[in-house]
């Protein structure tokens, strides 16, 4: 039984693999056909698309009374973490010789609309509950409007490179699928670990299923440095996808009635913390817009406290 489950994640991992890049591969075309930016492709596309695993665990976990509080806002928890921290950390670390170049303007805008919603996601349940979900939504309409209008000018302009659109389409649909599929079996294996060893709940969605949805964004962070060199795509991504993050607990809480549920204060303030060092680091006077390599450090060390306060 154990080698069938392991025999398991290895089609699941692959399947992650060959999906992400599909998906990388597709929305690369795409910006190069309508002269899209790098950071828009990655906010709307790849982060959507990476954004599908957390949806259906979300829905899934709503229709489980006795854990559904728990494995919603804990899912949505330890996937942010696990975005902002181990991801962006782990990336500036492997590109620490390259430097990680970034357009500036774009993320100075763009972080103080994810800090003020992961501050109203951290507040949840001290102010009242509907309020905090109209506010998250309102966050949300607004990042994405924003970063479409600020692109607004280009969309439309065609590159004249023979680049199928028709074929870009199918790589990120195909691969949305795949992602969507292999993610649902990664969570799978990861219930049944737990289900051997009987952890906590807690633990359950702000580790195994957090890790689990997040791993899309894992691998197409690592694609997107190593393969395309477009630094653009892990932030958008990464950005895009806290913010799809909180609109689907948003609307998932407001149609179950979600109840507010059992955390730990300081594993809900580790979030916010590595979210306000990042906004401080963003807008530091940075040379030749660089994001500092060394960040890294400490985010992954905010993640490895994560971890081990959980």
Same mark, same amino acid.
């Given at each position: 039984?154990?080698?069938?489950?392991?025999?398991?994640?290895?089609?699941?991992?692959?399947?992650?693999?060959?999906?992400?890049?599909?998906?990388?591969?597709?929305?690369?075309?795409?910006?190069?056909?309508?002269?899209?930016?790098?950071?828009?492709?990655?906010? *709307?596309?790849?982060?959507?698309? *990476?954004?599908?695993?957390?949806?259906?665990?979300?829905?899934?976990?709503?229709?489980?009374?006795?854990?559904?509080?728990?494995?919603?806002?804990?899912?949505?928890?330890?996937?942010?973490?696990?975005?902002?921290?181990?991801?962006?950390?782990?990336?500036?670390?492997?590109?620490?010789?390259?430097?990680? &170049?970034?357009?500036?303007?774009?993320?100075?805008?763009?972080?103080?609309?994810?800090?003020?919603? *992961?501050?109203?996601?951290?507040?949840?349940?001290?102010?009242?509950?509907k309020i905090i979900l109209f506010f998250l939504i309102l966050a949300t309409a607004f990042f994405?409007?924003?970063?479409?209008?600020? !692109?607004?000018?280009?969309?439309?302009?065609?590159?004249?490179?023979?680049? /199928?659109?028709?074929?870009?389409?199918?790589?990120?649909?195909?691969? /949305?699928?795949?992602? +969507?599929?292999?993610?649902?079996?990664?969570? /799978?294996?990861?219930?049944?670990?737990?289900?051997?060893?009987?952890?906590? !709940?807690?633990?359950?969605?702000?580790?195994?299923?957090?890790?689990? *949805? /997040?791993?899309?964004?894992?691998?197409?962070?690592?694609?997107?440095?190593?393969? +395309?060199?477009?630094?653009?795509?892990?932030?958008?991504?990464?950005?895009?996808?806290?913010?799809?993050?909180?609109?689907?607990?948003?609307?998932?809480?407001?149609?179950?009635?979600?109840?507010?549920?059992?955390?730990?204060?300081?594993?809900?303030?580790?979030?916010?913390?590595?979210?306000?060092?990042?906004?401080?680091?963003?807008?530091?006077?940075?040379?030749?817009?660089?994001?500092?390599?060394?960040?890294?450090?400490?985010?992954?060390?905010?993640?490895?406290?994560?971890?081990? &306060?959980?």
């Amino acid at each position: 039984m154990n080698y069938f489950i392991i025999l398991e994640f290895l089609f699941a991992a692959v399947g992650l693999y060959i999906g992400s890049l599909l998906l990388i591969s597709g929305a690369v075309k795409i910006s190069k056909k309508f002269n899209l930016s790098d950071f828009l492709i990655g906010t *709307t596309v790849i982060a959507i698309a *990476t954004s599908l695993p957390e949806l259906l665990i979300l829905i899934n976990s709503a229709n489980v009374p006795e854990h559904s509080n728990n494995f919603i806002y804990g899912t949505i928890l330890g996937s942010n973490v696990a975005n902002t921290c181990l991801i962006l950390g782990g990336t500036l670390l492997i590109t620490f010789k390259s430097r990680f &170049k970034f357009e500036v303007k774009k993320i100075k805008q763009n972080y103080i609309i994810i800090f003020l919603a *992961t501050l109203l996601f951290c507040m949840y349940g001290i102010i009242n509950t509907k309020i905090i979900l109209f506010f998250l939504i309102l966050a949300t309409a607004f990042f994405y409007f924003k970063n479409y209008s600020d !692109n607004s000018n280009n969309v439309g302009d065609f590159n004249k490179s023979e680049i /199928s659109i028709s074929r870009a389409v199918l790589y990120i649909i195909f691969g /949305s699928l795949t992602i +969507y599929g292999s993610s649902n079996a990664l969570v /799978s294996i990861a219930v049944k670990f737990i289900d051997i060893f009987g952890i906590d !709940n807690t633990l359950v969605s702000s580790l195994f299923m957090a890790l689990s *949805t /997040s791993s899309p964004e894992i691998i197409t962070s690592l694609i997107s440095v190593y393969k +395309y060199q477009k630094n653009d795509f892990v932030l958008g991504n990464i950005f895009g996808s806290n913010i799809a993050n909180f609109l689907i607990f948003s609307i998932i809480s407001i149609l179950y009635g979600i109840s507010f549920p059992i955390f730990s204060n300081f594993t809900i303030l580790l979030l916010l913390l590595a979210e306000f060092m990042m906004l401080l680091i963003v807008f530091l006077p940075t040379r030749k817009n660089i994001l500092p390599n060394y960040c890294g450090i400490f985010l992954v060390f905010i993640y490895i406290i994560f971890v081990v &306060k959980l």
